[in-house]
């Protein structure tokens, strides 16, 4: 346990975007995490407050907190890999930081001043990194700074964390920085001049890193490792080289064995690691399992499958505990719906179906004749959100006898709105933070299968949408015999068919709590039914 001031630890990236900034700094804070509090914030350039209403497609997945805050999706691997609840502050994009400083110069707290990205934008920056340190009591404040390394948009947030050393002191903080060193098959060789120039630019914004992290196919030879440590003068042992990787749960236990704990350690007077043991036994699951499972993901952003990415490791940690790889069989239910491609061919040795959240009619009838194959059929269905309200609709229209039953979302003319817009959406206009977003808590029907696989009468869970079962139509569903398994008020969290192997759906994202070493209860459950 740390005893004395904060410790910052700075990670920026360079060459190129999407090399795993994100997981990197959740695989070293999964390293550094015992008896320590740790804080992650990510500071993101863009100037959209939030990425809430951003296209899945351009940005991958929105990550939703338990305050409410929709954040990027390297949240996710923070929360995933540090069993921890990231808070909606933590997140500081470009937009949030302009808005508070021209809220300020409106009140006028600048004294009548000039308002300028220098000195007002960097101190509003510093401001709130150390508001949350001192809020949060951190011991160790990890700063992962989006972007490359020479992108105007993130120029603000390098010149901010290049301060804070002056501000906190040297014994204080620790830059690492992640950059590429590509293979190139023709001359057989890692090349390191990307690397070289990049971090000549990092130099050139005043940051000079403590620790270099390489993302490379292979580990890189102490040859390469000499060259970089020559030409970017850096100790040899502060270079850590990245593999690519089967499983991103991999990335702390090879940082492990390159010491880049014991640099952290001697840095900052750390005591020990975490313990990875449980961590390694099911990585070990996951790269040699025992058993295979086929399951669909029937969805329409399948273009990017991190529109997805909370489902795909919630699989992952299902699977890991059962000795079992998921399979994925991506389907694009339009092709359904246009009949390019029928239920049966797209179901075809498929074990379980999931149909996730999202929005609009696109997809909807195809995602439906899924749901409809699953239910007569016996197999294993997970609905999420949208996929609860998809299940509610098939079920009034083909056991019901609702024929015309719809979403209004999806015909807003529909004679039986099985599923309404919330009313206290009605009047919201803005799209922008303004759904039911966050945790709530459901009340679970006792007997139910819900209510043994979280083995509680209150589950809380995480929540996205604007829409709900319509109150109106309650009583007609259960009468029918589909049990309406747990509750929040009149608002239908979770749904199941009791005669059925598994059909269970639920209006909330419990794919966004699941952990490696706890997966959520709905997926092992649903993974452990298709293995039967």
């Excluded at 329409?300 to 079992?324: N, V």
Aim: glycine residues 8%; neutral net charge.
């Amino acid at each position: 346990m740390l005893n004395n001031e904060t410790k910052w630890v700075i990670i920026t990236g360079g060459v190129l975007s999407g090399l795993g900034k994100g997981t990197a700094t959740a695989s070293i804070a999964r390293l550094i995490k015992k008896d320590v509090k740790i804080v992650t914030v990510k500071c993101d350039g863009y100037l959209n407050s939030d990425p809430g209403t951003m296209n899945p497609i351009e940005h991958g997945e929105v990550f939703v907190l338990d305050d409410g805050g929709e954040v990027d999706m390297d949240f996710g691997h923070y929360e995933r890999f540090m069993d921890i609840s990231c808070k909606f502050d933590w997140n500081l994009t470009s937009g949030k930081i302009f808005n508070a400083v021209l809220e300020k110069e409106r009140k006028g707290e600048y004294l009548g001043k000039t308002i300028q990205i220098f000195p007002h934008v960097i101190n509003e920056i510093k401001s709130r990194l150390y508001k949350i340190a001192k809020q949060e009591q951190a011991d160790i404040m990890m700063v992962e700074i989006g972007g490359t390394v020479g992108d105007i948009e993130n120029s603000w947030f390098i010149e901010a964390v290049r301060e804070l050393k002056k501000e906190v002191g040297a014994k204080n903080t620790l830059y690492i920085h992640l950059t590429y060193v590509p293979f190139l098959s023709a001359v057989g060789e890692a090349k390191t001049k990307p690397a070289q120039r990049d971090l000549a630019l990092l130099r050139e914004k005043g940051i000079y890193p403590n620790i270099i992290i390489t993302r490379s196919k292979d580990i890189l030879p102490e040859k390469v490792k000499k060259k970089l440590s020559l030409f970017c003068d850096i100790d040899q042992r502060c270079i850590i080289s990245s593999k690519d990787v089967s499983t991103i749960y991999d990335i702390p236990i090879i940082f492990e064995k390159q010491g880049l704990f014991d640099i952290i350690s001697r840095k900052f007077g750390l005591d020990e690691t975490a313990d990875l043991d449980k961590w390694k036994q099911l990585v070990e699951k996951i790269k040699n399992p025992g058993n295979q499972v086929n399951i669909a993901i029937c969805g329409k952003y399948t273009a990017l499958k991190d529109s997805y990415a909370s489902i795909i490791e919630a699989l992952i940690h299902a699977g890991a505990h059962l000795d079992t790889k998921v399979n994925l069989r991506w389907l694009e239910t339009t092709d359904i719906e246009q009949g390019r491609l029928s239920v049966n061919q797209a179901l075809e040795g498929v074990k379980g179906v999931i149909v996730p959240g999202g929005f609009g009619k696109r997809g909807a009838e195809g995602k439906m004749a899924v749901i409809k194959h699953a239910r007569e059929n016996n197999i294993p269905y997970l609905g999420l959100c949208f996929g609860l309200q998809l299940a509610v609709v098939e079920f009034a229209r083909n056991v019901c006898g609702l024929d015309d039953a719809n979403s209004t979302e999806v015909n807003i003319d529909t004679e039986n709105p099985i599923i309404d817009i919330m009313p206290e959406q009605k009047e919201v206009m803005d799209k922008g933070g303004t759904m039911r977003l966050g945790k709530y808590e459901a009340e679970l029907m006792p007997g139910t299968k819900t209510y043994q696989m979280y083995g509680s009468a209150k589950v809380n869970e995480r929540h996205r949408h604007r829409y709900e079962v319509n109150p109106d139509y309650h009583n007609i569903l259960k009468e029918k015999g589909l049990v309406l398994s747990g509750m929040h008020g009149e608002l239908v969290e979770f749904i199941e068919l009791p005669e059925h192997k598994f059909f269970i759906a639920t209006q909330s994202h419990p794919e966004f709590k699941s952990r490696l070493e706890k997966p959520a209860p709905l997926f092992y459950e649903f993974v452990k039914t298709t293995l039967n």
